[in-house]
């Protein structure tokens, strides 16, 4: 059992679907990631073992999809603010 924290890159493209619309220029957004974590490992020879995490994690600055309408921004989808995780990985020993 741990907690996790680390940074999730996303790339933002936007183009225009209407003549009478402007795009915002394309760009990189970063979000910090926090969350829970529960790990386990299953030992298979001394110098190697398969582990299983799942975690919780939480988007802290994720992007918001919206557009402008009269100076105001309107929102068009938010996205999930937490995100389950699995993983599966092997572990090799020195």
Do not use: Q
Not at 11 to 16: D, K
Not at 21 to 41: I, K, L, T
Not at 43 to 72: F, H, T
Request: no cysteine; hydrophobic share 50%.
């Amino acid at each position: 059992m741990g907690l996790g924290a680390g940074v999730a890159g996303f790339w933002r493209r936007t183009e225009a679907r209407a003549a009478e619309v402007e795009p915002a220029p394309s760009r990189r957004v970063v979000a910090f990631v926090v969350g829970p974590a529960v790990r386990v490992a299953w030992r298979l020879g001394p110098a190697l073992a398969l582990e299983a995490a799942l975690s919780g994690e939480v988007l802290l600055g994720r992007p918001r999809l919206g557009y402008a309408v009269d100076g105001g921004f309107v929102l068009r989808e938010d996205g999930a603010s937490v995100r389950p995780r699995l993983g599966v990985g092997m572990v090799i020993f020195p």
